[in-house]
């Protein structure tokens, strides 16, 4: 080995360490900015939790707030599970009620209709689907009115089924459903046509079997959908016994504006059980909202 | 008959009996081998004179003496139907099956269309001319006109160069909105384009770890975000003022004071700002992770041999072939942030001050229409904003015209 050969070489491992430094450094700044991002996210989260454990004296001392509670209490939540107007199994039962019997509805006519607009033709069948498309581009809040004034004249508001009965039709679930089913095969449906099947028969028995993954996505949509609703609920259902739970907090927030514990407390009761589907089922709803973003 | 709504019951007839006639008569047209097409019309037409007739009759004749008898009107439509589905002769003729099938299935659809989605639109345009309210008693169609008198395009003069309170709070809160938007989105760009693309380059096992946690506020609640972050933005005990106190600099009443403001914004505003971003930031970022998985990995390369550093590559190469999913996410942003209304509501319900500083259009829409009861301007604020909308969606069809392939 000749001198400028070694010399050569010790540059060349000179030249690679000061690149794996670079990287390094590089790859560390990149997981600290991801870090303090992650840390932006949760904070407010973690800060209701603990929150909610103070107590009330703690909460509005002026002087020496701490980020973890000094005195751990259950107390706000004992308040709340035993607050004789604040029947919370209801209103359970009332969200519940309203985004699970929506899930079924839009599942069925969500995929029936975008099996119907994927696999037959039909007279006006382009123009149809072209004013389901432009549908959703009327903002909600025009159609709201005339809603609410419907709902009015048929005696629904006020009622958990008044957000059930106008609800069976989605745009966006007809065209995401009508974009999978396109995929599959003709030759399954003739097979099946020839095996006798009717029509509604391969509906039922070949298209929703191979939907599974797909309509489990929007099923989970439509129920987060549903479960965070704000202002159409708060229109329809003025009473309180028939509440869902976001108008159910906002509502007893403003009665006790002072305790915020309480309020803190509230809040992760209500917001707890979405959270805990999504955290469960995560890859789902990413790959829902990721498909939704063809929306529009 | 006088305790029963005789118009509504008109309309519960007319809607089953068209339902029930329009989706169950092709099924049978079709059984016999005959159009479906022609059955579901023959069923339409069938099931709403005979729900209208016997409806009727059932109510008038039974209704003094049997309180079911409002239960049974709503048959009414199975009087003539079920014969006609008898009736209906066979021809030899197959191949109409799916066909039945078809127009048994989409007679609902262009029901629901018709009811719940033309009328209703068609109905917001109405009212917007009309100065209308549900208490008033009005004329026979839909209670417009005598109490309800039309105004012609009085509304939108009023928004317009109107300088009535009506008028002042419209202007505000248009001002607001477009404000709002014009904010959100630039900010909201500035922070997932760079974040989606760090998200992109760490380790493929963290990725999800990363995306899930950044995709937590999107599924929460928007009323519980809200309630969190008033809580952090609180005059005496939020967080954000004890830092400040921390600090040594004066705290503010965030949500209260209409006086006080950020970078020329107001603090309220500022505040509502911050919370929409935060909640609303992790969706635009999975579509931008996914538009980068998309992009061939050999481009990138390409570039990296040709000795661009990794920002080069994202300036030069990313992010001129994101620009489609750029430009459509930043469309639906915007029109999502015309369209706030839950956050704003909780936090400030529009406040502080007279003239509210985070007012903005739906908040108006919804207390003009349901808590000060005038639907006539609601609706014509609402058109406003249906044309807001369309003009977006114009100007990105407009921009996407051409089509890019990579």
């Not at chain 1, 030249?15 to 794996?20: N, P």
């Not at chain 2, 209704?63 to 066979?90: D, F, K, N, Q």
């Not at chain 2, 309170?165 to 248009?174: I, L």
Request: with cysteine; hydrophobic share 55%.
């Amino acid at each position: 080995m000749t001198t400028t050969e070694i010399a050569q070489s010790r540059e060349a491992a000179v030249a690679r360490r000061k690149r794996l430094v670079r990287q390094i450094f590089s790859r560390s700044t990149v997981y600290t900015v991801l870090l303090i991002g992650c840390l932006v996210t949760v904070i407010p989260f973690v800060w209701t939790l603990l929150a909610s454990f103070k107590t009330h004296e703690e909460i509005i001392n002026p002087t020496h707030q701490t980020f973890f509670p000094r005195h751990f209490t259950t107390e706000n939540y004992h308040t709340i599970l035993t607050d004789p107007t604040l029947p919370l199994a209801r209103f359970y039962f009332n969200s519940a009620f309203i985004a699970i019997s929506n899930v079924i509805l839009l599942s069925f006519t969500s995929s029936l209709w975008g099996f119907v607009f994927a696999k037959y033709n039909f007279r006006f069948k382009r123009l149809l689907f072209g004013y389901i498309l432009a549908t959703m581009m009327i903002p909600f809040q025009v159609t709201m009115i005339p809603s609410y004034l419907i709902l009015l004249k048929f005696d629904l508001t006020n009622k958990l089924l008044g957000l059930v009965v106008l609800s069976w039709f989605d745009a966006f679930g007809i065209f995401l459903l009508r974009q999978f089913i396109s995929s599959i095969p003709d030759e399954l449906l003739d097979a099946a046509r020839i095996d006798g099947a009717t029509e509604w028969g391969i509906y039922w028995r070949v298209i929703l079997p191979q939907l599974g993954p797909v309509l489990a996505t929007y099923a989970l949509m439509v129920f987060m959908w549903n479960w965070n609703a704000y202002l159409w609920p708060l229109i329809v259902l003025r009473d309180v016994n028939v509440r869902t739970l976001p108008i159910i907090l906002t509502w007893y927030n403003n009665r006790h504006t002072s305790d915020l514990g309480l309020q803190m407390a509230a809040s992760v009761l209500i917001v707890m059980p979405i959270l805990l589907v999504y955290l469960s089922l995560q890859r789902y709803v990413v790959r829902g909202f990721t498909l939704s973003g063809f929306k529009g | 008959m006088d305790t029963i709504d005789l118009q509504a019951y008109m309309l519960y007839w007319g809607m089953i009996g068209a339902l029930v006639g329009a989706s169950v008569t092709p099924l049978v047209y079709d059984r016999r081998h005959r159009n479906p097409w022609t059955g579901a019309l023959i069923g339409l037409f069938v099931g709403v004179v005979s729900a209208e007739a016997f409806g009727w009759l059932t109510l008038r004749l039974l209704l003094e003496r049997w309180s079911g008898a409002a239960l049974l009107s709503l048959l009414g439509c199975l009087v003539l139907l079920i014969p006609l589905w008898w009736s209906v002769p066979e021809r030899s003729r197959k191949g109409f099956q799916q066909r039945g099938f078809v127009s048994s299935s989409i007679s609902p659809l262009m029901f629901y269309l018709l009811t719940m989605s033309i009328f209703p639109f068609l109905w917001a345009i109405i009212l917007a001319f009309f100065d209308y309210s549900p208490r008033r008693v009005g004329g026979p169609i839909l209670g417009l006109g005598e109490d309800n008198p039309f105004v012609g395009l009085a509304h939108f003069q009023e928004m317009w160069v109107g300088h009535t309170r009506n008028a002042r709070m419209f202007q505000n809160s248009m001002n607001n909105t477009l404000l709002f938007a014009m904010i959100i989105l630039p900010l909201n760009l500035a922070i997932t384009l760079p974040l989606a693309a760090l998200i992109e380059s760490v380790h493929e096992r963290l990725k999800p770890l990363f995306r899930a946690v950044y995709f937590l506020p999107v599924v929460t609640s928007s009323v519980g975000v809200a309630v969190m972050w008033g809580y952090i933005f609180h005059a005496q005990y939020g967080l954000l003022n004890q830092a400040l106190k921390a600090f040594g600099m004066t705290p503010i009443a965030w949500l209260q004071d209409p006086r006080v403001e950020i970078l020329g914004i107001p603090a309220a505003m500022f505040a509502v700002i911050v919370a929409y971003l935060w909640q609303d930031f992790g969706y635009n970022l999975i579509i931008f992770i996914a538009a980068l998985q998309n992009i061939p990995i050999s481009l990138k390369d390409a570039a990296r041999v040709d000795g661009a550093s990794p920002a080069q590559v994202f300036l030069h190469v990313t992010l001129p072939l994101l620009r489609p999913t750029i430009m459509v996410t930043s469309v639906l942003t915007m029109i999502s942030s015309f369209q706030v209304f839950d956050i704003i509501q909780v936090m400030t319900n529009g406040g502080p001050g007279r003239i509210g500083k985070t007012d903005v259009v739906v908040l108006e829409i919804y207390k003009n229409a349901f808590r000060y009861e005038r639907m006539g301007w609601a609706a014509a604020m609402a058109l406003v904003l249906f044309v807001l909308v369309l003009l977006v969606t114009t100007a990105q069809r407009w921009l996407l015209r051409t089509t890019w392939e990579y």
